[in-house]
């Protein structure tokens, strides 16, 4: 057998078989992802100390209320492109937030009682949604803390960059 032969009898036994087990294992894993990007609907984001969830946005709505440095509470209209929302939507996938608990606490005690700031983001699809609670001051984990805090920064610096561009 010649050399060119030995390489055309290989890929044919080894590759092409891995990339035909690939395909058939693979497509309805991404055919049925859980949370689709194109069947994004709306984001909800809250978040404040301890219990009260006082600042909130909401993109179906573009509702966006907060308190500023001076304790003035600002209701403005903020609506995110579809740009933005596929760039949430392919963050969270990144960040792996499909994957979190739905409370990211130390424990149940922390949750009721904590100080710390709390931060409640839900991503609402056609027909299902993810919400994770999340608590700053959360020490387990740090592959847990890291994802939530991220997706956290992310979901705040899209909403800050849109009432920019709104404003101007």
């Known amino acids: 057998m010649t050399s060119r032969g030995k390489k055309i009898f290989l ?27 194109k069947e994004f609907v709306s984001l909800e984001y809250k978040w404040g100390a301890g219990n009260n969830l006082e600042n909130s946005y909401n993109s179906a709505t573009g509702e966006y209320r907060y308190y500023n440095n001076e304790d003035s509470l600002i ?21 792996g937030f499909w994957n979190l608990p739905d409370v990211v606490a130390n424990d ?9 700031v709390r931060y409640f983001m839900k991503f609402n699809y056609e027909t299902k949604s993810k919400e994770v609670t999340y608590l700053s001051d959360f020490n ?3 592959k847990m ?8 920064k992310i979901i705040e610096q899209s909403i800050i960059d849109a009432e920019e561009k709104a404003k101007k």
Do not use: H
């Open 11 to 37: 890929a044919l036994s080894i590759i092409v078989p891995f990339v035909i087990y690939c395909v058939i294992y693979y497509a309805p894993i991404i055919r049925n992802a859980p949370f689709k990007a």
């Open 75 to 95: 209701v403005t209209k903020v609506m995110l492109t579809e740009r933005d929302k596929k760039f949430l939507d392919s963050n969270a996938d990144e960040q």
């Open 108 to 116: 149940e005690n922390d949750l009721k009682n904590s100080k710390a």
């Open 140 to 142: 387990g984990n740090p």
């Open 145 to 152: 803390k890291d994802a939530a805090a991220q997706m956290q």
